[in-house]
């Protein structure tokens, strides 16, 4: 039996509302597809292409270097496993509290994470755009970027606001940003852009 058709028995024979565990217990998928969990429905979106990697390697080295300037207490990662009590999301982008994330880690608690961010893909837009801010909101996690690759690179800066997020920048260029008022972010899209052309 190939890796496929275990993914697909599994995914296929499942005949209750998924959990957190279920989800995590799945073979990883031979495309490299990534499942996530809403309130016992699983989602799937294809892996991400090149133009996604390169964008979130890029912002996570300058979210990086920006953690380690402040010396503030928390980690940065990419496609990163942030769970609630019914809920796993594969974040794009997570900074989280670094008590929340040491070494051998596969999930952080939402409540750990002080921002997400979600890198948009024509396969993936409904989920980032809606769904997600939305969900991330309920959790309270303080900060949540929504990265847009068309028709140029932005990013889309929401601080929370009670109990939705308020849309405070739009970074197109250089700015600093302030993440929740724990660090700050000097954000280089030209740089991004050199990626994503070189």
Not at 54 to 73: F, M, N, Y
Not at 78 to 106: C, H, M, Q
Not at 138 to 159: G, I, N, S, T, Y
Request: proline share 6%.
């Amino acid at each position: 039996m190939t890796i496929m058709s275990v993914a697909e028995t599994r995914v296929d024979d499942h005949e209750r509302p998924w959990t957190v565990e279920d989800v995590l217990a799945l073979p990883e998928h031979p495309a490299r597809a990534r499942f996530e969990l809403v309130d016992g429905v699983l989602m799937m979106s294809p892996a991400p292409d090149w133009d996604h990697q390169t964008v979130s390697s890029e912002l996570h080295s300058q979210i990086k270097a920006a953690l380690a300037r402040s010396g503030a207490p928390f980690r940065s990662g990419e496609a990163v496993n942030v769970t609630g009590e019914s809920r796993l999301f594969i974040s794009d982008i997570a900074v989280v509290d670094r008590a929340a994330a040491p070494r051998g880690t596969l999930t952080v608690p939402l409540e750990a994470a002080v921002l997400l961010g979600e890198i948009v893909s024509p396969s993936n837009r409904a989920a980032d755009r809606v769904l997600k801010p939305v969900l991330y909101a309920q959790a309270k996690v303080p900060a949540f970027w929504r990265v847009e690759l068309e028709p140029d690179v932005r990013v889309v800066v929401h601080e929370l606001d009670g109990a939705t997020y308020r849309e405070v920048a739009t970074v197109t260029e250089k700015q600093s940003v302030d993440v929740a008022g724990v660090f700050t972010v000097d954000l280089d899209l030209d740089a991004v852009r050199r990626e994503l052309e070189g």
